[in-house]
């Protein structure tokens, strides 16, 4: 129970983490009314979240995993809380790019903790599972932060509505906080564990648990290189790098399509949106999970197999999703591609998880962060927001959605070298 209870910790805190990344993109059309900003502008500007959220990445997580992890992700909730806080006082674009910047460097450093202690928590057959369990606070945090802010910007303004989401991950950032000290407060004399509440005993705890690693700056240069001579590691990372580049452009982009394109306010396209990704997102994640930790028992390489086929398939759907002129058909459309490319997100987090030794990773994770948004919505916004300028949304988005195919063949490939490269990982752990 204790790491069920941790996990559940660590979900609530990743749904707000997202909320708080795509709420702004929900108030697009009023940031842009406001502002008077071009689509390159408002692309730049979710594109400025992610260049720092890379930037931050790999130093985050050398840092991280040398330090608690309680202590990191209570730190990280704090700093992007209230960054986001200071959203809303913002008085043009550049001010608005620092505060993003800001947030997305602080939730950098909990992208490459909060995994890494659950894959842990699950050394065996249940990682994939309870990977798949945690990673559904990206759909459930997006959604809710396309919902929150369409209806809350549409009655209060985006500045105050960003100031009023800011307000849970502050309370969460103070609960984290308090399991960091209750652990170090009740570590017995002999360095285990006390009577700490339960979640926060549930996974190691980074270097509060262990020697700190006696790795320099240049050793773990080596190190994030080493991760990328593991087939499996770089075909998994790839691919969501990808996938990506297709959905995180998406994501930003969506509910500006649906106020373009669809004619629909603020509040409905959000609600639309958000009720899709999470609905979708929820099912295919589950499901994603399932089949891959169903299917390992018989052959590892499910992971990258179930992942491949939900992208390959997904991508027509997703395009027609966007090409057709009825409302109802693209929002079922919508549903049926973002459900079947979301079932690689239990399978990939796995296979990063499986493939590298207990002590890399954390650092497995940081690296993974880096190269997925490095290559995939870092660029994307930006990308397709001059694409929108010169060709029009539809077309953009549709050109986008082309990069889940090449993700899809990295997944068939990555299956041909996942059994090896865990075996080679158990043998080192």
Same mark, same amino acid.
């Given at each position: 129970?204790?790491? /069920?209870?941790?996990?559940?910790?660590?979900?609530?805190?990743?749904?707000?983490?997202?909320?708080?990344?795509?709420?702004?993109?929900?108030?697009?059309?009023?940031?842009?009314?406001?502002?008077?900003?071009?689509?390159?502008?408002?692309?730049?500007?979710?594109? %400025?979240?992610? %260049?720092?959220?890379?930037? =931050? @990445?790999?130093?985050? !997580?050398?840092?991280?995993?040398?330090?608690?992890?309680?202590?990191?992700?209570? !730190?990280? +909730?704090?700093?992007? &809380?209230? @960054?986001?806080?200071?959203?809303?006082?913002? *008085?043009?674009?550049?001010?608005?790019?620092?505060?993003?910047?800001?947030?997305? *460097?602080?939730?950098?450093?909990?992208?490459?903790?909060?995994?890494?202690?659950? %894959?842990?928590?699950? #050394?065996?057959?249940?990682?994939?599972? @309870?990977?798949?369990?945690?990673?559904?606070?990206?759909?459930?945090?997006? =959604?809710?932060?396309?919902?929150? =802010?369409?209806?809350?910007?549409?009655? /209060?303004?985006?500045?105050?509505?960003?100031?009023?989401?800011?307000?849970?991950?502050?309370?969460?950032?103070? +609960? @984290?906080?308090?399991?960091?000290?209750?652990?170090?407060?009740?570590? &017995?004399?002999?360095?285990?564990?006390?009577? =700490?509440?339960?979640?926060?005993?549930?996974?190691?705890?980074?270097?509060?648990?262990?020697?700190?690693?006696?790795?320099?700056?240049?050793?773990?240069?080596?190190?994030?290189?080493?991760?990328?001579?593991?087939? &499996?590691?770089?075909?998994?990372?790839?691919?969501?790098?990808?996938?990506?580049?297709?959905?995180?452009?998406?994501?930003?982009?969506?509910?500006?399509?649906?106020?373009?394109?669809?004619?629909?306010?603020?509040?409905?396209?959000?609600?639309?949106?958000?009720?899709?990704?999470?609905?979708?997102?929820?099912?295919?994640?589950?499901?994603?999970g399932w089949l891959a930790e169903r299917r390992s028992r018989d052959f590892g390489k499910a992971y990258f197999l179930v992942a491949g086929w939900g992208m390959l398939a997904g991508l027509p759907?997703?395009?027609?999703?966007?090409? /057709?002129?009825?409302?109802?058909?693209?929002?079922?459309?919508?549903?049926?591609?973002?459900?079947?490319?979301?079932?690689?997100? *239990?399978?990939?987090?796995?296979?990063?998880?499986?493939?590298?030794?207990?002590?890399?990773?954390?650092?497995?994770?940081?690296?993974?962060?880096?190269?997925?948004?490095?290559?995939?919505?870092?660029?994307?916004?930006?990308?397709?927001?001059?694409?929108?300028?010169?060709?029009?949304?539809?077309?953009?988005? /549709?050109?986008?959605?082309?990069?889940?195919? #090449?993700a899809a063949g990295l997944c068939l490939w990555g299956a041909g070298h996942y059994d090896q490269d865990s075996q080679q990982a158990c043998a080192v752990g």
């Open positions: 129970m204790a790491v /069920v209870a941790a996990v559940a910790f660590l979900t609530a805190v990743n749904v707000v983490k997202y909320v708080h990344r795509q709420a702004p993109y929900a108030l697009l059309p009023l940031i842009q009314a406001d502002l008077g900003l071009a689509d390159y502008q408002l692309g730049a500007l979710a594109s %400025a979240f992610m %260049a720092a959220y890379v930037v =931050a @990445a790999l130093p985050l !997580g050398w840092l991280a995993s040398r330090g608690s992890r309680w202590r990191w992700i209570a !730190g990280s +909730a704090a700093a992007w &809380s209230l @960054a986001t806080l200071g959203s809303g006082w913002c *008085g043009g674009l550049w001010s608005l790019v620092a505060a993003r910047c800001a947030t997305g *460097g602080a939730q950098a450093g909990y992208g490459a903790v909060a995994p890494a202690a659950v %894959a842990d928590g699950f #050394p065996g057959r249940g990682r994939g599972t @309870a990977l798949a369990l945690y990673s559904t606070a990206i759909p459930l945090g997006s =959604a809710l932060g396309y919902v929150a =802010a369409g209806r809350l910007g549409l009655a /209060v303004g985006w500045r105050a509505c960003l100031m009023l989401l800011a307000l849970p991950g502050l309370a969460l950032a103070c +609960a @984290a906080l308090v399991l960091s000290r209750s652990r170090r407060e009740n570590r &017995s004399p002999d360095g285990g564990a006390g009577p =700490a509440p339960a979640a926060a005993n549930a996974f190691p705890d980074g270097a509060a648990d262990a020697r700190p690693p006696a790795s320099t700056a240049p050793a773990a240069c080596r190190d994030y290189r080493a991760l990328f001579g593991i087939p &499996s590691f770089a075909a998994g990372t790839f691919a969501m790098a990808l996938m990506t580049f297709a959905l995180g452009g998406m994501a930003v982009w969506m509910p500006m399509f649906f106020v373009r394109v669809r004619g629909l306010d603020v509040s409905r396209a959000g609600d639309l949106f958000g009720a899709v990704t999470a609905g979708a997102g929820l099912l295919g994640i589950a499901l994603g759907l997703a395009v027609a999703a966007v090409l /057709v002129r009825d409302l109802r058909l693209s929002l079922a459309l919508l549903f049926a591609a973002e459900f079947l490319v979301f079932l690689y997100m *239990g399978p990939l987090n796995a296979v990063v998880a499986s493939v590298t030794s207990p002590d890399k990773r954390t650092l497995a994770f940081a690296a993974n962060i880096f190269v997925v948004h490095a290559v995939g919505d870092t660029l994307s916004p930006a990308a397709i927001g001059a694409a929108s300028d010169a060709l029009g949304l539809r077309t953009a988005l /549709v050109l986008a959605l082309s990069c889940l195919a #090449p």
